[in-house]
């Protein structure tokens, strides 16, 4: 690897790790100034990677990772501190960078009022600590950054697993009921596949003799044959397990319904993203031979994960697990996108990556937001809210509709090259898959009638409406929803030559089109 | 042959062997501070003692680790020739495998010294105030009030670290079977010590000298067959005799295996484990601390010098039982551990697993892998060292709070202790930043090419026994103190330097460990020929 010492990319991993270590240092009782200054942070970051966005290259002959810098780490292990950004992992730390404000400011008064909690009364029975959750968030989002901008795959190992210690004490501390049972199986199944991992991780250092864990070295250097299908699947399971891909998603429901509405908004819209970003980053360049091997079980396993995850969105009581269901449907379709091996289905699933973290992101905080009023996740202690919160309500909706994808809003855009993508190669799964559509909208509809239509429950009545400063929470989200719904270019000119590259490694090209240039006009 | 031709043979090879005493300088000066605690204990009045003995302690494991960083670096005695010519005619190696465990052993020794030195978080210390009184009679319930401490618990630890100072330097399995009952015989007295639940501290002294009389007796066993192989004791004459001996291969194999069983029992590897949790629990917990780091490395060191020196011919044949005792390890540390209760019994089933983590590393033969070894044995004991620290902090009307339950809700008492303790298990999780992540990664790495599926089912383990660790965390953080919740104790300065320095290490090595890997890279060296 080259000894390039570009030192953006540290400089906004470091903003949050120092912000964190600021924030838990501070006094209980400063829960306000933690507030703050976790805000004034995440903005700081936000700001930073917007700089950073907009003079990404997307000219044509720009280089595929770009802000590359390299600093050796373990020399032993011939490990780097090395960290880069192709469109892909811009666009995904661009999410993660939106998604934190918000969530800050979703749970502003979640942890030290109680008309901001989500229950009646703590699970604990002692005061939450706001400054510890702020802090939290803040570490977290270091992890998230990391993630995605590490190019050693030691380093992204790290990253990955060191990650689920902060969201283990988000769920642990601040989650439902049953926060223990949910932090303690969302822990070991990614520790179990983050083990499985590393196994992979040590083996392609030991099988492709490269001594260095630097992708850009190891790309197309492991050898074509088992060894390649075994460290494939050592990667797999770990990416599945985070994806979640059925049938490894049980834990999802868990963590998602006890984790805080803010925490669930960055598990769901953020850490899983990481499972399909491995699959691009690491699973398709570094096992080419062993990614078309896997590919039809992966995009049969996608299709079920659509029609199943979705019915069981239709049947769920309690909002959270409805919300984290209607995302392993949603991830089946990435997943579809990601194996089909064709640039509209690669580009999509990579734009679905983000809309999905933005949409279940909002979808997750608003249903946050209800919780805390009514103190009860169940379905059937509401009813005609719209009446009593219409702006809720109407924001509830707006983000419900772009979770079934509603034409117009970004949703639907990348759905829709998901579903071409895939058509123009497998046209039994896209057919299927599309009935995933009709099942979104039940899910989502069945959803909203039951909370804000109907008669006014009495519960209900006394609810407030949001304030601003909630409204100021959801709205940039929405926002990005209809801009990128309407306008989709700035974001796929960033991701269309990160998917080329990609599924050049995977050496795969488009299916010439039977059907004329369908979607042509995209790129 | 009859035997006085032996007689003569054996006369005539007599002669006295040159001795680099400056090499041998760490173990006399711990002996010599272990004799100077013995007259500390005959002419030094009882209010003084305590200090004089820590102050005895503590310098001499200091001077001895000193000397052992001077003496890093130069090659006194290395394994492979012998003559009688050499230093200690090729009976100790004072190689720079050997200086990396002495080291080791020396660092982890003086934390646990520190440990033992506490005096503020209990009556007197953790140590027994009269080990000779009878239970529960009228003397030991006066003696247990006061600030009496049995404080011969000091030399004893001295001459325990002589012993495993010259275990892992053995070059010759006599001197090794001396060496190890130098370090056995202390520990049994030691694991008696303890000054609350003493019934229970007596049964594991028992249970432990008994099984360990048993092991020792095993190792002497498989000593006297290999020498029928071999005609000699010394490790190098043995590889020697794997290459040329004419005699039974049934000798060689009935003795290796002999000799590990006593090598494994000390290492508390399954299936010869079955005393761990037990004396665990019922030692002194800083006595517990050192018997998990110092004891495991010193044994360790030993394995991998009786395997690398004389069984490195013949490694076809030994690597399948290192690799069923891996596995039985893994098995039973991370699956009965799921079961324990008990804090201090779930860092005994812990220390078997990661034994077995640790047998990973000995499946194969190379500079990199013994390098990995060492440097795991090394993570392990500073992690644990601090982990038994914890424990000390934790209690109630009767002693330290083990019992799982009394640890939760210990988060909203004491950030700090439920803290480093969630530091520490994460390390032993094999969480990445922490120091027993790069051990494991260390270890799996140089054994992945040649044993591959024990790697796999080694960090499947791990994840099962991440779940034992992470119950801890779950119940320190997310769960209700119960109604008569334990006291979280201020520890002195001693505890206190301890277990600063068990969790810095824990972290620095986490993250910045190439100095250390490098140390033992270069130090693993002295054992690939």
């Known amino acids: ?523 | 042959m009859n035997s006085s031709l032996v007689l003569a043979d054996t006369a005539q090879t007599i002669s006295t062997p040159s001795i680099a005493y400056h090499a041998l300088l760490p173990i006399f000066i711990v002996l010599g501070a272990a004799l100077v605690g013995v007259l500390v204990e005959a002419a030094v009045p009882r209010p003084q003692r305590f200090n004089t003995q820590v102050f005895v302690t503590l310098a001499g494991l200091i001077a001895a680790l000193v000397t052992v960083g001077v003496l890093h670096g130069t090659h006194v005695a290395t394994p492979s020739p012998v003559g009688t010519d050499s230093p200690f005619a090729g009976s100790l190696a004072i190689d720079g495998t050997g200086l990396f465990l002495q080291g080791t052993i020396l660092a982890l020794a003086i934390m646990a010294a520190l440990l033992i030195a506490e005096r503020s978080v209990d009556v007197g210390s953790a140590i027994v105030a009269s080990a000779a009184s009878v239970v529960g009679s009228q003397i030991d319930r006066e003696h247990s009030r006061s600030q009496r401490v049995q404080t011969e618990v000091f030399p004893l630890m001295l001459f325990a670290v002589s012993g495993m100072l010259v275990f892992p330097v053995s070059n010759n399995l006599l001197l090794m079977f001396v060496a190890l009952e130098v370090l056995s015989l202390p520990l049994y007295l030691m694991a008696g010590l303890a000054r609350r639940r003493r019934l229970l501290s007596q049964e594991a002294a028992l249970k432990y000298f008994l099984l360990g009389a048993f092991a020792s007796a095993f190792f002497l066993y498989g000593l006297a067959l290999l020498y029928g192989y071999a005609n000699s004791v010394d490790l190098s004459a043995i590889f020697t005799a794997t290459k040329t001996s004419t005699k039974s291969d049934a000798l060689l194999y009935l003795g290796l295996a002999l000799l590990l069983v006593g090598l494994l029992f000390k290492a508390s590897i399954a299936p010869f484990h079955a005393w761990t949790p037990d004396v665990y629990q019922g030692a002194p917990t800083p006595v517990s601390a050192f018997m998990a780091s110092c004891t495991k490395v010193a044994s360790f060191g030993a394995i991998l010098r009786v395997l690398y020196v004389a069984f490195a011919g013949t490694n076809w044949n030994w690597r399948p039982i290192i690799w069923a005792v891996a596995i039985a390890s893994m098995v039973v540390g991370a699956i009965f551990g799921l079961t324990q209760t008990d804090i201090k019994r779930i860092l005994a089933y812990s220390s078997i697993a990661h034994a077995g983590f640790i047998l990973v590393g000995l499946v194969v033969i190379s500079q990199e892998a013994s390098a990995s070894v060492m440097f795991y044995v090394l993570t392990y004991g500073f992690t644990t060292m601090a982990a038994f620290g914890l424990l000390t902090l934790v209690r109630d009307a009767d002693g330290e709070a083990t019992h799982l339950s009394q640890w939760s809700g210990i988060a909203r008492k004491s950030p700090m202790v439920a803290g480093l303790m969630t530091l520490l298990l994460l390390s032993m999780a094999g969480i990445p930043l922490t120091a027993g992540f790069t051990g494991k990664f260390f270890v799996f790495k140089a054994a992945w090419h040649s044993a591959g599926p024990l790697v796999v089912m080694a960090l499947l383990f791990s994840a099962v026994a991440a779940f034992y660790y992470l119950r801890i965390v779950v119940m320190m953080y997310f769960a209700e103190p119960p109604e008569n919740a334990p006291t979280v104790a201020i520890p002195g300065w001693t505890s206190s330097v301890a277990l600063t320095v068990g969790a810095a290490v824990t972290v620095l090595l986490g993250v910045f460990p190439q100095p250390i890997i490098d140390l033992a890279t270069k130090a693993a060296g002295s054992l690939i020929g």
């Open chain 1, 1 to 523: 690897m080259s000894a390039a010492q570009n030192v953006t990319l540290p400089i906004l991993l470091a903003i949050p790790l120092v912000g964190s270590l600021a924030v838990f240092a501070l006094k209980e009782a400063q829960a306000k100034l933690a507030k703050q200054l976790t805000l004034l942070i995440s903005l700081i970051v936000l700001v930073y990677t917007a700089v950073v966005g907009f003079s990404f290259d997307t000219s044509s002959g720009a280089k595929r990772f770009q802000f590359m810098g390299s600093w050796t780490w373990i020399k032993a292990f011939g490990v780097h501190l090395a960290f880069g950004v192709d469109g892909i992992a811009m666009v995904l730390v661009g999410l993660s960078v939106v998604l934190v404000p918000t969530v800050i400011l979703a749970s502003w008064n979640s942890f030290d009022s109680k008309s901001g909690a989500e229950e009646e009364t703590s699970p604990s029975g002692a005061p939450r600590s706001t400054k510890n959750f702020m802090g939290l968030i803040l570490l977290l989002e270091f992890f998230m950054i990391g993630v995605f901008i590490a190019m050693d795959v030691f380093l992204f190992y790290v990253f990955f697993e060191a990650m689920l210690v902060p969201m283990y004490f988000i769920i642990g501390s601040f989650g439902g009921p049953r926060r223990q049972y949910a932090a303690m199986k969302f822990f070991l199944y990614s520790l179990v596949g983050g083990l499985v991992m590393l196994a992979s991780v040590i083996g392609l250092y030991v099988s492709t003799g490269s001594r260095t864990f630097a992708i850009t070295d190891l790309i197309g250097t492991v050898p074509d044959n088992a060894t390649q299908k075994w460290l494939f699947i050592g990667f797999f399971i770990a990416f599945a397990i985070k994806a979640p891909l059925v049938p490894v998603h049980t834990w999802l429901p868990d963590a998602g319904a006890e984790a805080p509405a803010g925490g669930a908004a960055l598990l769901v819209g953020v850490l899983d993203k990481v499972g399909t970003f491995g699959f691009l980053r690491y699973c398709l360049p570094l096992f080419p031979a062993a990614s078309r091997w896997a590919a039809p079980l992966v995009l049969i396993l996608s299709v079920i994960g659509v029609l199943y995850a979705a019915f069981l969105a239709i049947g769920q009581r309690d909002m959270k697990r409805l919300v984290a269901y209607t995302s392993v449907a949603h991830f089946g379709f990435i997943g579809l996108g990601i194996f089909a091996f064709t640039s509209q289905g690669n580009s999509g699933a990579v734009l679905y990556m983000v809309n999905h973290g933005l949409s279940t992101g909002a979808v997750f905080i608003v249903v946050g937001l209800l919780i805390a009023r009514g103190k009860s996740r169940n379905v059937a202690d509401y009813g005609g809210a719209a009446k009593v919160t219409p702006l809720l309500a109407g924001l509830f909706l707006f983000a419900g509709l772009s979770a079934l994808a509603l034409p117009g809003l970004s949703t639907f855009v990348s759905e829709f090259l998901v579903l071409v993508g895939t058509f123009t190669r497998y046209k039994a799964l896209a057919i299927f898959a599309a009935t995933g559509i009709v099942l979104a909208a039940i899910y989502v509809l069945y959803l909203y009638q039951r909370v804000f239509q109907g008669t006014v429950s009495e519960k209900v009545t006394k609810f407030r409406d949001l304030n601003a400063r909630e409204v100021l929470a959801v709205a940039p989200l929405l926002a990005l929803i209809v801009f990128l719904g309407i306008y989709p270019k700035p974001v796929l000119n960033i991701i269309n030559p990160a998917v080329t590259a990609t599924l050049h490694d995977v050496n795969q090209h488009d299916p010439a089109p039977e059907l004329g240039p369908v979607a042509g006009g995209i790129k």
